[in-house]
């Protein structure tokens, strides 16, 4: 079965252009996160999304960013207009949460996104 | 959810077994204790998990205290590719809206020849 898949794997783009990321969770799960790992700051969870709804967006840095997911399958996160301090690799994940109350989920991460903002 | 204190780094010679160390001492009774490990250059990968009780898989073997405040997660024949930072996460059982799972700095893990 295929894991998490991400694009583009690297992207370098200049100041002020838009950036979109792609991810495609594993198919059935439910859950769909967006993580930024950068040296200073570490993994970061910027947003996450439980059956195409954002639920937690407090991790999102700022209005330039934006998350979508409008279906099960497939989910965007945006930077507009993108700054060199966004230079990270940003990671999707997916889980799936078997009902209500779950025994606890175990996350799946895709390779990443380097993005290099100049 | 449970804060978790990890050493930065530790050493381990290959072929030995590495401990590894978290604690959590505020944990509360639904929280899991879980372990990921992130390879350079690569997303994190899930290890092992659990609750109370010690925890065995083909990766490592998880063993949490009888009070769980701490936990060890143990690779019983460090090889080089195990080679990683190692995350402890302590969560609580997911209420169908509240699966996130936060990372802190972690341990980085080097096995040396």
């Known amino acids: 079965d295929a894991g998490v898949i991400q694009s583009p794997r690297h992207e370098v783009t200049e100041m002020g252009q838009e950036v979109t990321l792609r991810c495609k969770p594993i198919s059935g799960h439910n859950s769909l996160f967006w993580y930024r790992q950068t040296m200073m700051r570490g993994l970061e969870l910027l947003i996450y999304f439980n059956n195409n709804v954002p639920i937690d967006d407090s991790g999102m840095p700022e209005d330039r960013f934006s998350a979508k997911m409008p279906n099960a399958s497939f989910s965007t996160l945006k930077i507009q207009p993108s700054e060199p301090r966004d230079s990270a690799v940003y990671f999707c994940?997916?889980?799936?949460?078997?009902?209500?109350?779950?025994?606890?989920?175990?996350?799946?991460f895709g390779e990443g996104s380097w993005l290099t903002v100049v | 959810d449970a804060k978790t204190t990890q050493p930065p780094s530790m050493d381990c010679a290959e072929g030995r077994a590495a401990n590894l160390p978290c604690n959590h001492s505020?944990?509360?009774?639904?929280?899991?204790v879980y372990w990921y490990r992130q390879i350079h250059s690569q997303g994190p990968q899930y290890i092992i998990h659990?609750?109370?009780n010690n925890e065995t898989n083909e990766m490592a073997s998880l063993i949490i205290t009888e009070d769980r405040k701490s936990s060890t997660l143990i690779l019983p024949h460090a090889t080089l590719r195990d080679t990683a930072v190692y995350y402890c996460i302590v969560k609580s059982r997911a209420m169908g809206l509240n699966n996130d799972m936060r990372f802190g700095a972690g341990t980085r893990l080097t096995v040396k020849p």
């Open positions: 505020t944990i509360s009774g639904n929280e899991y």
């Open positions: 994940a997916s889980s799936f949460g078997r009902s209500v109350i779950s025994s606890g989920n175990t996350i799946y």
């Open positions: 659990g609750l109370k």
